[in-house]
């Protein structure tokens, strides 16, 4: 047998519209999304792949596949809260997460209202998850604590939620109400 050269792989057909519809249907079907990451994903496909034919715009098909049902950028938020509360994370960190996943603020107010209604348990969940505080086996140092309330905080969680149950002691789990309340620190405290 002769010896092969290498393979040269044949670039991908450049895109048109029943193209890009076909790989919008194709997104959604796989992975629960938004309009403005599908219209990220699909200006990444046009420019890897190129175009031919009218111009379409990438976010007007996200609408219509939105428009379709296949796309609800509300619930996409909701359930991207509910997920992030239960791992444990503050609601800071869920609204990152939603305007990283470009939700509008009109379809993000019932996420941060569900993230804001968890912070007591979804800081309790990352405690007990790093084995902070209350769930601890031992009390930390000072120095381990700052680095605890930096982890929570880093997680989403006010500095006030934080430094309430990484100064809890081992087994002594801090009750929340449903609003956490801001309590502020002493002038005289290292943090």
Same mark, same amino acid.
């Given at each position: 047998?002769?010896p ?15 193209a ?6 194709? &997104?959604?079907?796989r ?5 403005g990451?599908?219209? !990220? &994903?699909?200006?990444?496909?046009i420019? #890897?792949?190129?175009? #031919? ?14 428009g379709?049902g &296949?796309? %609800?950028?509300?619930?996409y938020a #909701? $359930? ?8 444990g994370f503050?609601?800071?960190?869920v609204? !990152?997460?939603?305007r990283?996943?470009?939700v509008d603020d *009109?379809?993000?107010?019932? *996420?941060?209202?569900i993230? *804001?209604?968890g912070e007591?348990?979804s800081a309790?969940? /990352? ?12 009390p930390?140092?000072p120095?381990?604590r700052?680095?605890?309330?930096? *982890? ?6 006010? /500095?006030a ?12 789990v801090p009750? /929340? $109400? !449903?609003?956490v309340?801001?309590?502020?620190? %002493?002038?005289? !405290?290292p943090?």
């Amino acid at each position: 047998m002769p010896p092969r050269g290498p393979r040269t792989r044949t670039p991908p057909p450049a895109l048109d519209a029943a193209a890009l519809d076909r790989l919008a249907l194709r &997104y959604v079907e796989r992975f629960a999304t938004t309009r403005g990451k599908l219209a !990220d &994903y699909l200006r990444r496909k046009i420019r #890897e792949r190129g175009w #031919e034919g009218d111009p379409v715009d990438p976010a007007a098909v996200a609408e219509r596949m939105a428009g379709l049902g &296949y796309i %609800d950028d509300r619930f996409y938020a #909701e $359930n991207k809260a509910m997920s992030l509360t239960r791992r444990g994370f503050g609601a800071s960190r869920v609204a !990152d997460a939603l305007r990283q996943a470009r939700v509008d603020d *009109a379809d993000a107010v019932p *996420a941060r209202t569900i993230a *804001a209604e968890g912070e007591g348990a979804s800081a309790l969940a /990352f405690a007990k998850r790093k084995r902070i505080g209350p769930f601890a086996t031992e009390p930390a140092d000072p120095a381990r604590r700052q680095k605890q309330i930096a *982890a929570m905080v880093r997680a989403g969680h006010g /500095f006030a939620v934080a430094r309430r149950i990484v100064e809890a002691g081992p087994g002594d789990v801090p009750e /929340f $109400n !449903d609003a956490v309340t801001l309590e502020h620190c %002493d002038e005289g !405290d290292p943090w």
